[in-house]
């Protein structure tokens, strides 16, 4: 199950590793070195006496679900998550921005990646730093917790201890998640990269316990569960969206559209209550805008794969060869012309 908005699944996170600031650069490359140089190599862990044996079963199965990223799924192969570093609560975390009375997020530009709408820092009380100052000049922001990240630099990118705490179906995900960036990457179109990367790993990782465990399995049947729960939670997110557009877009005062979206935070706090999926954090365009950037248009990303007979390798080369200059036009025309 996709954790978005409560803790995300993770980023493409050159955004970590450069950025125009020196002291920005120095923070953010001494934290990613640190969870390289921690990290060991799964399969020396895997024959160490020492280790529990349910760490174990959980690393290899991460193991297992690289293989079916890689040989079945047809996902580019990497050293990626081949080894583990420890790690205590979120990995990193990132600072998201909105205006008051819009739905479009703040962009940062970095090296490799081009525009992205977060930023990412190592320690949580800058990242609150960050936040408080884009409030003070008038933005909604958030910080949010990251459970992983992808970088596409030449260094391989461990797999934090914690991911191995949750269900197995949640860490299979996590793994094909983050392994589609490094196979699909838009530059400038974060939207559709991290759309993308959602659909393949809930879609690869139901396949993955489907052929692991059964298709009967207890373990897919509880993955399938959670993400029941995620659908109705995006949905009800979706619904808040649609009224903040329907507001911003219309022609009352910047003071009225203030007031009024309060009426809607409101309704929403409420509608995500009513389902049992209290958001956790203030409700606000930022936050609403962080959860839609994993769960845009995921129906076309489903189309497209039911139409190719759920084959991986028809699939991702078709997300592959999509027009970089609108890749989310670009599938709606594709799945257009299979109707």
């Known amino acids: 199950m996709s954790l978005a908005v409560r803790v995300l ?42 280790v529990p044996a349910p760490s174990k079963e959980k690393l290899q199965l991460a193991l ?16 990626d998550y081949s080894t ?9 975390y990132v600072v998201e921005a909105c205006p008051r009375t819009s ?64 269900p197995s179906g949640e860490l299979a995900e996590l793994l094909i998640h983050e392994l589609t960036h490094g196979t699909i990457w838009f530059k400038d179109d974060v939207d559709f990269d991290e759309s993308a990367a959602t659909f393949v790993g809930e879609e690869g990782a139901a396949d993955f316990l ?21 659908q109705a939670f995006s949905a009800a997110m979706g619904e808040i969206y649609d009224r903040l557009a329907a507001l911003y877009a219309g022609g009352a ?12 935070f409101a309704w929403g706090r409420q509608r995500l209550e009513g389902i049992g999926q209290p958001l956790g954090e203030p409700l606000n365009n930022a936050a609403v805008l ?17 139409r190719n007979g759920r084959d991986w390798k028809k699939t991702l080369p078709a ?13 709606r025309r594709l799945v257009a012309e299979n109707i």
């Not at 297992?64 to 047809?74: T, V």
């Not at 583990?84 to 990193?92: D, L, M, N, Q």
């Not at 489907?210 to 995620?230: C, H, I, M, N, T």
Request: hydrophobic residues 45%; aromatic residues 12%.
């Open 319 to 331: 997300l592959q060869g999509l027009d970089r200059r609108g890749p989310f036009a670009a599938l």
């Open 64 to 79: 297992a679900a690289r293989e079916f990223a890689f040989d079945r799924m047809g996902l580019r192969k990497t050293r």
């Open 253 to 264: 005062s910047e003071a009225e559209k203030l007031a009024r979206r309060e009426e809607v």
């Open 9 to 50: 699944p993770g980023l493409a996170a050159a955004a970590f590793l450069c950025a125009c600031s020196p002291v920005y650069v120095a923070q953010v490359a001494a934290g990613h070195a640190g969870l390289l140089w921690r990290s060991r190599g799964i399969a020396a862990v895997l024959r160490d006496p020492a």
């Open 103 to 166: 739905l479009r997020s703040y962009q940062w530009w970095f090296p490799f990646v081009g525009k992205v709408p977060y930023k990412g820092y190592f320690l949580k009380a800058r990242a609150v730093r960050e936040m408080r100052d884009f409030v003070s000049r008038g933005f909604d922001a958030r910080v949010g917790a990251v459970a992983a990240y992808h970088t596409p630099l030449w260094f391989a990118d461990p797999l934090p201890s914690n991911a191995l705490d949750g």
């Open 290 to 306: 962080a959860h839609r950037l994993y769960t845009n248009d995921l129906d076309l990303f489903r189309a497209l794969h039911e």
């Open 210 to 230: 489907a052929q692991r465990f059964g298709p009967d399995s207890a373990e897919l049947k509880d993955y399938r569960r959670g993400l029941v729960r995620e």
């Open 84 to 92: 583990v570093t420890p790690v205590r609560g979120a990995v990193t």
